[in-house]
């Protein structure tokens, strides 16, 4: 799957899960290494916010207060499910 990719629904999971459907495709990101490694994520830590996740129009996924990740990042959290 490429970046191009257009993520069509997003659902969050405890404790740092996401659920991103694709065209036809579903796959599981991890985010737990980001949010405990950057401390620009730290909102993300709680659930209450994590859960307001929201697709950007370029493709990514945001958060109300700023938080992303690209297109092109998305991958680098998959997981195998």
Not at 1 to 16: D, H
Not at 56 to 68: A, K, M, Q, T
């Given at each position: 799957?490429?970046?191009?990719?257009?993520?069509?629904?997003?659902?969050?999971?405890?404790?740092?899960?996401?659920?991103?459907?694709?065209?036809?495709?579903?796959?599981?990101?991890?985010l737990?290494?980001?949010?405990?490694?950057?401390?620009?994520?730290w909102?993300l830590?709680?659930?209450?916010?994590?859960?307001?996740?929201?697709?950007?129009?370029?493709?990514?996924?945001?958060?109300?207060?700023?938080?992303?990740?690209?297109?092109?990042?998305?991958?680098?959290?998959?997981?195998?499910?």
């Open positions: 799957m490429n970046s191009a990719t257009k993520i069509t629904q997003i659902r969050a999971e405890p404790p740092y899960f996401l659920y991103v459907m694709f065209e036809g495709k579903e796959i599981t990101l991890d737990t290494p980001l949010i405990e490694t950057r401390e620009a994520f909102r830590k709680n659930f209450r916010y994590f859960r307001n996740v929201g697709i950007d129009p370029l493709g990514g996924i945001f958060w109300s207060e700023g938080e992303d990740i690209s297109p092109t990042k998305i991958f680098e959290y998959e997981i195998n499910s």
